[in-house]
């Protein structure tokens, strides 16, 4: 929550970066893939939020 006025803009952008290459974990722990698969999961959630908080 601290830093979402500042990546707010940038959301669909990182999203669509996301969207366009292969992400892969370099080791076993895949914490941070899984967390990003969360966050698309869950993207027009975040369009709501936004438009909720604004």
């Known amino acids: 929550m601290l830093l979402h006025r ?12 996301t969207d366009a290459i292969e992400l892969k974990a ?9 967390a990003l698969a969360h ?3 869950h993207r ?3 369009v709501l939020f936004d438009w909720l908080v604004s």
Do not use: C, I, M
């Open 26 to 34: 370099t080791s076993e722990d895949s914490s941070l893939l899984d």
């Open 44 to 46: 027009a959630k975040a």
């Open 39 to 41: 966050a698309k999961a």
């Open 6 to 17: 500042h990546l707010k803009a940038d959301r669909p952008v990182l999203f669509d970066q």
